[in-house]
């Protein structure tokens, strides 16, 4: 009798508390934010880090975080980075600014990244 009281008590407390008391407030959407998706190969991937890690540490202040650098299972030289921009503004600050071209050719990019930018929408 008493674990039908427990099980029908947490069945009450679930249901009766709202979804959003249980979401972490960083994952719901914030207007203007985007997640920007940078896919590169490369000639080297050391080469391309010790590149990619100094020019980070120049646009610092940019408030861009990195989230994420991967390399693809069959092809390593395939790079690729997300990363959060606080806005669309921000992403095309950085990629028509002189320093991120020549940024990308003394990295050892072949060619432009392919870059796709994302903005986070509720489950429904």
């Known amino acids: 009798m008493r674990s039908r009281f427990l ?3 947490s069945m009450v407390v679930i249901t009766t ?5 249980h979401t972490d407030v960083s994952d719901r959407p914030t207007p203007g934010k985007i997640t920007v998706i ?3 190969q490369v000639r080297d991937y050391p080469t391309w880090r010790r590149t990619f890690d100094q020019y980070t540490k120049k646009i ?3 408030r861009i975080k990195v989230t994420g650098i991967y390399r693809d299972a069959k092809n390593p030289a395939l790079v690729t980075v997300i990363a959060r921009f606080e806005n669309q503004a921000l992403l095309d600050r950085l990629t028509s600014h002189p320093h991120y ?3 990308l050719e003394e990295a050892g990019v072949k060619g432009m990244p392919e870059i796709k ?3 986070q929408t509720l489950l429904q």
């Open 7 to 9: 099980i029908l008590a």
């Open 17 to 21: 508390v709202p979804w959003e008391s």
């Open 38 to 40: 940078f896919t590169q």
């Open 60 to 62: 610092k202040t940019w």
């Open 101 to 103: 071209l020549s940024a």
């Open 117 to 119: 930018v994302l903005r």
